[in-house]
């Protein structure tokens, strides 16, 4: 066994994640454990916070736990993911622009219903707001 092995509370109150979060992790694969206890407590290697650490990182960037496994196994391979993550990052950031577009026309939308907003006096037969459903013309 490795010199440094940590139980998985250890890491759980050293990472700020729960316990339940790492033995997710684990069982998605991000995480590699290296034994168990004579108790039966997980054992992790001491590269378990620098994991922990690119997982929460990746993840604040709007990556998914399924991208990240596999810039992981990469890495586990020996090699170093960086490229995959650029490539993973530019389509997110594509992504997003595009979000931001539909964003931009949702807030003209807003914009003009407000801009004319005045409140009907008396309730109008199947609507239940007239600036929202405006009244079919025959």
Avoid at 16 to 21: A, D, E, F, Q
């Amino acid at each position: 066994m490795n010199a440094a092995a940590y139980r998985i509370g250890t890491v759980a109150h050293s990472s700020g994640l729960p316990v339940k979060t790492i033995r997710y992790y684990e069982e998605l694969g991000l995480l590699r454990t290296v034994g168990r206890t004579s108790g039966g407590y997980r054992l992790f290697a001491e590269d378990v916070f620098a994991r922990l650490s690119f997982i929460k990182r990746a993840q604040s960037l709007g990556l998914t736990l399924s991208d990240i496994k596999a810039f992981l196994e990469v890495y586990d391979r020996g090699e170093i993911p960086c490229d995959h993550i650029k490539e993973k990052l530019e389509e997110k950031l594509v992504a997003i622009e595009a979000q931001i577009q539909q964003l931009q026309i949702l807030k003209q939308e807003l914009q003009g219903l407000l801009s004319g907003w005045r409140s009907p006096t008396q309730p109008l037969e199947g609507t239940i707001c007239p600036i929202l459903q405006p009244v079919a013309r025959s």
